[in-house]
């Protein structure tokens, strides 16, 4: 079974550019969310999407988006970048539920996508 | 807001058990994960407790108590492979709060 991936892998960018990260989930898995991970603030939640729609939202400014796509995979998207958005972006699968509350529902976390931004 | 708290780093030796502590003040509560992290590679699951008490999975054991808000990680016979960050996550509904993860050095 395959894990979840994302692409790419490394990527460098400089201040005011525009980024496009991509997950592809377990397969299976409906909801995917995405986590930024910085040495001083550890892993922050971005948002979360289940059956294409955004279900819930951390506190990140509007240059943040996000989308799902019919077969489950994801995509975020950083538009202006700043040095401050250089991070390990982690995206998240797990089966999920419509009504939201999934048990013991485990995120499996793929490998990131590390960003530079200069 | 949510709070979660976990010790920065800790060292141990190679063979002792180490207790790691995570306290956690959350608006909601739908159960706590652990995950492990080593460096450079993405977290993976270790446990999960939504009731109170101690869950046991080999070397690892985790133990909650949803009054005080408290859960702790439990690794024995330590080995130098596990040297990581440990990573506790409260989840509310679709939500997941991590704390700032624990270094975990262990030492021969």
């Known amino acids: 079974k395959a894990g979840v991936t994302q692409t790419p892998r490394y990527l460098i960018k400089t201040r005011g550019q525009q980024v496009t990260l991509s997950c592809s989930p377990i397969?299976?898995?409906?909801?995917v969310s995405w986590y930024q991970q910085t040495p001083g603030q550890g892993l922050q939640f971005l948002f979360e999407?289940?059956?294409?729609?955004?279900?819930n939202k951390g506190n990140f400014p509007g240059r943040f988006s996000g989308r799902q796509f019919s077969n489950s995979r994801s995509e975020m998207n950083v538009s202006t970048l700043e040095l401050g958005d250089s991070a390990l972006y982690l995206c998240?699968?797990?089966?999920?539920?419509?009504?939201?509350?999934?048990?013991?529902?485990?995120?499996?976390f793929g490998a990131g996508s590390r960003l530079t931004v200069l | 807001g949510q709070n979660i708290d976990q010790p920065t780093e800790m060292t141990a030796t190679e063979g002792a058990i180490v207790q790691i502590n995570c306290t956690y003040q959350?608006?909601?509560?739908?159960?706590l994960f652990w995950y492990q992290q080593h460096a450079g590679e993405a977290p993976t699951f270790l446990s999960y407790?939504?009731?109170?008490g101690l869950e046991e999975k080999g070397r690892f054991s985790s133990f909650l108590s949803r009054s005080k808000g408290y859960s702790y990680l439990l690794l024995k016979e330590l080995q130098m492979k596990d040297s990581a960050s440990y990573l506790c996550?409260?989840?509310?509904?679709?939500?997941?709060?991590f704390g700032s993860g624990t270094k975990l050095n262990v030492k021969p």
């Open positions: 407790n939504v009731l109170d």
């Open positions: 998240a699968s797990s089966p999920g539920t419509e009504g939201g509350y999934s048990g013991a529902n485990v995120l499996t």
């Open positions: 999407y289940f059956s294409e729609t955004q279900r």
């Open positions: 996550a409260v989840r509310n509904f679709n939500k997941f709060y």
């Open positions: 397969s299976g898995h409906r909801s």
């Open positions: 959350t608006s909601g509560f739908n159960g």
